[in-house]
């Protein structure tokens, strides 16, 4: 079995581990390790007596979106009903997205639900850019001259308010992405001897060590079940497929080697997402027909422990 992965530094993984504003080292492992994480010098507190708790998607102009994130947001909603942490659960879009959907719309209802504290959850993967500069920027925590004038020549509106807020990690904080793609593997491996397994991200030029870091415990995970090589490949939302995916796919149907495909977006299965390119005006650049392949079809938003994983950062955070 050969594992690709390319060289890793501790100095990656160490950012790896939370998102850069308002997180502390703590709150940046994952829900199961915090009771050994804290210490006797972190007092445990509650943020506020009414906290309201935010999950920040992306946004996209697909009107299927902003139905599937709030089925994330409705499954919270329902965690924190059994488990009250929060006074209100809220969901926001970063991009595509006017009131009553955007960022600041949300921070106006929790303001009018007299909220004294926010803590945001990024549901994104990976802490880039995104992360890091434009989400920080909107909640009104981070300002750059460039960052401003990028968010208002898309028209998205900065968070005004005196609430407090702090942000969680992403979703590649802890253990989420290895038991997700480790299920997603099973879920479609016959004969693991036979079959190289392939996991697809969207990824970023300027992370790339950074995402690599943060797959890394996934890909390890998903080679103990014993697949004859396991690889892993960036391709945007579709742009570098044909450049990045399809060789790998071609150079184990050579080797006579099935290929099983898992893709780690948060509202696409690899089954959905391989679908949509071999369609489209670039459907014969990105077409994987007459090889050996399969996807798997689940979506890390649909995952079953995404949602409580999503509860648990919160909550987690809310007592720091």
């Known amino acids: 079995m050969k594992l690709c992965l390319p060289k890793l ?25 915090s ?26 102009p697909s009107p299927s979106w902003p139905k599937f994130t709030g089925k994330i947001v409705d499954r919270v909603r329902a965690l924190n009903e059994k488990n009250p942490v929060f006074a209100v659960v809220e969901g926001a879009q970063m991009e595509f997205s006017k009131a009553p959907n955007d960022i600041a719309s949300a921070y106006k209802r929790i303001e009018e639900a007299t ?29 750059s001259a460039e960052t401003r004038a990028a968010l208002a020549d898309e028209g998205i509106a900065v968070v005004r308010s005196k609430l407090p807020t702090v942000a969680t990690p992403t979703l590649a904080s802890g253990d989420l992405l290895k038991n997700f ?62 450049e990045n995916v399809k060789p ?36 014969a650049k990105n077409s994987l027909e007459g090889l050996n392949y399969e996807c798997s079809k689940g979506a890390l938003g649909d995952f079953d422990e995404t949602a409580p994983w999503i509860f648990e950062l919160g909550r987690e955070a809310s007592l720091f």
């Open 115 to 143: 909220c004294d504290a926010v803590v945001a959850v990024p549901v994104f993967i990976y802490p880039t850019s995104h992360v890091q500069f434009d989400v920080a920027a909107i909640l009104g925590i981070y300002a």
């Open 35 to 60: 009771a050994d994480a804290a210490t006797p010098a972190v007092e445990l507190v509650p943020r506020g007596e009414k906290t309201a708790l935010l999950l920040i998607f992306h946004g996209s």
């Open 248 to 283: 790998i796919v071609e150079a184990n149907d050579r080797d006579g080697k099935k290929t099983l495909i898992v893709a780690i977006y948060v509202a696409s299965s690899a089954e959905s997402f391989v679908a949509r390119l071999q369609k489209g005006e670039n459907a």
């Open 9 to 33: 530094t501790l100095a990656l993984a160490a950012l790896a581990s939370c998102f850069v504003v308002g997180a502390s080292p703590v709150a940046a492992h994952s829900p199961q390790k």
């Open 181 to 242: 793609v480790v299920a997603e593997a099973r879920s479609i491996s016959k004969s693991p001897k036979n079959e190289r397994l392939l996991v697809i991200a969207h990824g970023d030029e300027g992370y790339a060590g950074l995402v690599d870091a943060l797959n890394e415990d996934a890909l390890q995970a998903a080679a103990r079940l014993g697949f004859d090589r396991v690889d892993a490949a960036f391709c945007g939302i579709g742009q570098t497929f044909a």
